[in-house]
């Protein structure tokens, strides 16, 4: 067994890496008591790795998790504004429960079955086009023009870009939304 230094088990956290220890030379096992990881002086650990998530820093929590922070599920029908107006998208809604970074907009790559493709997703509530009353994922996938409603994805974000934010017409949200996919490109480019 292999267990942090901190670790605790059992009725009011009583139980410790030593007690373990003795167990197993009573049942048998071995146990490997792992020192905590560092970044400098500060242990890593699920409060250090939510700060960053929560602070919207996709490079800092890929680095204390080794994986990108990702969402999951079934591309859904929206109310098609993206399709009509702005720009073509897919949207996820995450489960309530899950943690989520700020609202705003990133830069992402969404996995399909046997294909990926790289975008940027808004998270949030779309103040522009009317709001929803939940956090939607809402993907505009870079050089795809493919039906996928139904189809199950996951996205992995790679930056936080900018804030999410109302604009004053639907013209202002397209031109910042291309200035934007023109940086997720430009992302992609510099990081291949």
């Known amino acids: 067994m292999a267990v942090g230094e901190d670790f605790r088990f059992g009725f009011e956290r009583k139980g410790t890496p030593a007690m373990l220890k003795e167990f197993g030379k009573k049942y048998g096992f071995h146990t490997e008591i792992l020192p905590k990881e560092m970044d400098g002086h500060r242990k890593i650990s699920s409060t250090f790795v939510r700060e960053e998530l929560n602070r919207g820093n ?5 680095f204390l998790m080794g994986t990108d922070f990702s969402v999951e ?3 859904e ?3 098609g504004m993206g399709h009509k107006y702005l720009l073509p ?3 996820l809604i995450p489960p309530v429960e899950k943690l989520m970074p700020p609202n705003g907009v990133y830069i992402t790559v969404s ?3 046997d294909r990926s493709y790289q975008g940027i997703t808004n998270v949030g509530h779309k103040p522009t086009v009317g709001g929803e009353k939940f956090i939607g994922v809402e993907t505009y996938l870079f050089d795809c023009d493919e039906n996928l409603y139904g189809e199950y994805c996951k996205v ?3 930056k936080f870009l900018r804030p999410e934010q109302k604009f004053s017409s639907l013209e202002a949200l397209k031109a910042q939304l291309e200035r934007d996919a023109d940086k997720g490109r430009e992302y992609f480019k510099q990081n291949r």
């Open 58 to 62: 996709m490079e800092k929590f890929h």
């Open 73 to 75: 599920g079934i591309i």
């Open 77 to 79: 029908h929206g109310r």
């Open 156 to 158: 992995d974000f790679k």
């Open 111 to 113: 996995h399909f079955k």
């Open 89 to 91: 998208t897919t949207n």
